[in-house]
T-cell receptor
Framework: NAGVTQTPKFQVLKTGQSMTLQCAQD?????MSWYRQDPGMGLRLIHY???????DQGEVPNGYNVSRSTTEDFPLRLLSAAPSQTSVYFC????????????FGDGTRLSIL | DAKTTQPNSMESNEEEPVHLPCNHS???????IHWYRQLPSQGPEYVIH???SNVNNRMASLAIAEDRKSSTLILHRATLRDAAVYYC??????????FGDGTTLTVKP
């Protein structure tokens, strides 16, 4: 099983550019989420979704958009990249929310110049 | 949202037990406590989770304080492969999660 797949693994952007980080899971999980991890710190929740068509903001949503048109996919869009968004981004999924383990992808390492 | 705090680092000798603490003093009654660990350049890996009662699985045990304001991840016999950054997280009923900054565990042979 592929689990949670994130693409790309690495990306370099210029300030002001936009891009979409892809996340796909093949486990039919309802709950999906996006985190960012800055050096030496824990994960901070950006956006999450409890099912197709439903999304909500996490702790640090500014500058990011999400949509959930299918159960499998949960893309994260950077509208106008800023150097402060340089980070490692992780996508995760679980059958439902708080009471079940989350499965994480391997991350996307994003640098904004 | 609940705030979680963890020590920056801990050391252990191989084959000895390790107790990793986490404080989550603002936790709500229905919030779950999760633990994950992360190796360099990898995504976090699930370790264990619980609500009120102590929990055991093949990887570890989770001891939750009676007032739920703190918890302890217990690795019964640390191995070199257990060296990682361990994260405590609180998950709310609404689906939000709050992670601590992690404890780097060093295991000495």
């Amino acid at each position: 099983n592929a689990g949670v797949t994130q693409t790309p693994k690495f990306q370099v952007l210029k300030t002001g550019q936009s891009m979409t980080l892809q996340c796909a899971q093949d486990m039919n999980h309802e709950y999906m989420s996006w985190y960012r991890q800055d050096p030496g710190m824990g994960l901070r929740l950006i956006h999450y979704s409890v099912g197709a068509g439903i999304t909500d903001q996490g702790e640090v949503p500014n500058g990011y958009n999400v949509s959930r048109s299918t159960t499998e996919d949960f893309p994260l869009r950077l509208l106008s990249a800023a150097p402060s968004q340089t980070s490692v981004y992780f996508c995760a999924s679980s059958p439902q929310g708080r009471n079940q383990p989350q499965h994480f992808g391997d991350g996307t390492r994003l640098s904004i110049l | 949202d609940a705030k979680t705090t963890q020590p920056n680092s801990m050391e252990s000798n191989e084959e000895e037990p390790v107790h990793l603490p986490c404080n989550h003093s603002t936790i709500s009654g229905t919030d779950y406590i999760h633990w994950y660990r992360q190796l360099p350049s990898q995504g976090p890996e699930y370790v264990i989770h619980g609500l009120t009662s102590n929990v055991n699985n093949r990887m570890a045990s989770l001891a939750i304080a009676e007032d739920r304001k703190s918890s302890t991840l217990i690795l019964h016999r640390a191995t070199l492969r257990d060296a990682a950054v361990y994260y405590c997280a609180v998950y709310t009923n609404a689906g939000k999660s709050t992670f601590g900054d992690g404890t780097t565990l060093t295991v000495k042979p």
